[in-house]
Structures are given as C-alpha cells and as structure tokens.
C-alpha cells in the first residue's frame, strides 16, 4: 500500500508539472496579436509562413537585336505582371542591378500549387516566351502576409512602368 501511495503521487506530480510545464511552454511561444481569420485567409502554417515560388530572371537564349521585338517583349513582359498582380498570383516583382551571372529580376509567385503550374504561368510572359529572358525557380518559404503589402504598393507609384 505505501509503494502503490507513492507510485501514485509520483504519477500525478508528474502529470502536474509536466501540463504546468507545457502550458508555460505554449504561454511564452504563443502570440497575443494572432488573428486565425486573417491567417487561415493568407494560408499561414502556425509559424504564419507558406510555401512560394520563387524566380529568378536571366537574359534569355534570344541574342536577336531587333529593337521592335525587344519592345514589344518587354511591353508583354509589363502587361503581364500587372495582369498576374491583379489575379494575386504574383507578389513581387523588381529587376536587379547589373550582375556577372546574368540575373535581370525576380518574381515571387502566389497561390501556385505545383511547379508545373508556376512554369506554365511564367510561359506567359512574352519576355520569357520569345527567349529574350530565361529563369530559374525555387520553392521558398517566407510570410504568409508578404501579399498583404499590395493594395499599399497600388497608392504609391506616381509613373506607371
């Protein structure tokens, strides 16, 4: 009887800590500011990040210097990150700085489901489809409320691109 005594308030001792001990745990990790509507319509894990596609953008294959095409190109090119912005399928896009690897800009792609389906949707880019640019792509995990920040970019800009 006195072993079973002691076998039990060890037990419970140990349950009672250690759910005291997880409680404290989740206390301290846990965020006060957490919205799960806002979060659930981003697609944030726990940790309020998701997986994206990430593109790098090269000069392409295509050494053609006809000025009209080049134009006409980039022009697509243009045309089509402010379509796929406005669909939230891209979420950022910029060129780089003149670079010894040939990396002309980036893109980061939203709401994509498969690799697949992101080279489909860069094969739109006229840029991309006449070789004057090329890309390599990355899955990349970042913040599920990157998209967030693009109704803010729409009221800054004075010039169109």
Do not use: C
């Amino acid at each position: 009887m006195k072993y079973t005594f002691l076998i039990l308030a060890t037990v419970v001792a140990n349950l009672t800590f250690g759910q005291s001990n997880k409680i404290e745990k989740e206390t301290l990790n846990s965020n006060p500011n957490y919205e799960k509507t806002l979060a659930d319509s981003l697609g944030g894990d726990d940790y309020g990040m998701k997986s994206y596609f990430l593109v790098i953008l090269k000069t392409g294959s295509n050494k053609n210097t006809d000025m009209e095409l080049i134009n006409k190109s980039f022009r697509g090119h243009m045309d089509n990150i402010n379509r796929l912005s406005n669909m939230r399928k891209l979420i950022v896009a910029g060129p780089l700085e003149k670079n010894e690897n040939s990396y002309r800009g980036l893109f980061i792609l939203n709401n994509i489901n498969s690799m697949e389906e992101a080279k489909e949707i860069l094969q739109t880019d006229l840029a991309i489809k006449n070789g004057i640019l090329d890309y390599e792509i990355f899955t990349w995990y970042g913040s599920a409320a990157l998209p967030e920040y693009l109704p803010f970019a729409d009221k800054i800009w004075k010039t169109k691109p």
